[in-house]
């Protein structure tokens, strides 16, 4: 299976966990499948207000630089994680 096919399998297994992830995970999956799926962040940062979209921003922007594949494989490796972690519906 390639990276592609591995990424949209556990972009779908996700959405399946029993236990909702923790707000740091939540974070690095974010910002993990918007590199994978946009590329580095092209939105200018929330204002200071915007504290959930900050957030997410930030750990988006912080991913600045990583190639498409490599966000890929390391998001598939984060849901493998959490689904031995939480275990799937």
Known sequence: MSVEEQFK???EQVKK???????TELLELYSLYKQATI???NTDR???LYLKEKAKWDAWNGRKGLGKEQAQELYVK???ELV???GLA
């Open 17 to 23: 966990l029993k236990s909702s992830p923790s707000d």
């Open 39 to 41: 590329g580095d962040v």
């Open 46 to 48: 929330p204002g200071m």
């Open 78 to 80: 984060k849901v493998k």
């Open 84 to 86: 031995e972690k939480n």
């Open 9 to 11: 399998t556990s972009a």
